[in-house]
């Protein structure tokens, strides 16, 4: 299983968690909101030549 997706299902099952507390639920949508756009954010924010650096790395490791 990718890291992606183990991140994914996490943030499902603390998007679940977080619905059945008292918590309001825009409250809850938007800790997901942001928990999904500070990654966004930060890729975002890369010029083009970091992000080829970065997705290289991560290749290289994947494949260890």
């Known amino acids: 299983m990718t890291p992606h997706a183990k991140v994914a299902i996490g943030g499902v099952i603390v998007g679940l968690i977080l619905l059945a507390t008292p918590i ?7 800790l ?3 928990a999904i756009a500070a990654p966004t954010a930060a890729w975002m924010a890369l010029d083009p ?7 290289e ?8």
């Open 24 to 30: 309001p639920w825009w409250l809850v949508f938007a």
């Open 49 to 55: 030549e970091q992000r080829r650096r970065f997705k």
């Open 57 to 64: 790395i991560r290749r290289r490791q994947l494949n260890r």
């Open 32 to 34: 997901i909101v942001i």
